[in-house]
């Protein structure tokens, strides 16, 4: 069993950044992709961004490219998402999350079978 635990979530100022972090128990990290996700109140959830370890391709949606990185630690079985140039609407609750074992990242949720609790991040005007 996987268990991913995000931390680094809190309140900043339109332009500010935060880094987030999604620690992983209980797996062998190097097989795993990972991605991030985000749900803002009344909306779906949507995907931010993600990473493939084998190569480590990262792919971004259009909304967060050029603001937000991605990028793993694999000797502290970590992935990370700096945030730059935060904006209002990036407020919403942020979830790392990892597909099956040996399967590549994709954009789509419902590929991604184990979750973290989630991290609120605010962004005020």
């Known amino acids: 069993q996987v268990q991913l635990v995000e931390s680094g979530g809190g309140m900043v100022q339109a332009g500010g950044s935060l880094r987030l972090s999604c620690a992983a128990s209980?797996?062998?990290?190097?097989?795993?992709?990972m991605g991030w996700f985000r749900q803002a109140p009344g909306k779906e959830r949507e995907f931010v961004a993600r990473i493939n370890w084998r190569g480590g391709s990262t792919y971004y949606a259009e909304s967060v490219k050029g603001r937000f990185t991605i990028s793993g630690e694999n000797a502290k079985n970590t992935v990370y998402l700096r945030m730059n140039s935060l904006k209002p609407e990036d407020t919403a609750v942020y979830y790392c999350?990892?597909?099956?074992?040996?399967?590549?990242?994709?954009?789509?949720?419902?590929?991604?079978?184990?979750w973290g609790q989630g991290t609120q991040v605010t962004v005020s005007s």
């Open positions: 209980g797996r062998t990290f190097s097989n795993y992709a």
């Open positions: 999350a990892a597909p099956p074992p040996y399967r590549l990242s994709t954009p789509n949720d419902y590929e991604y079978d184990y």
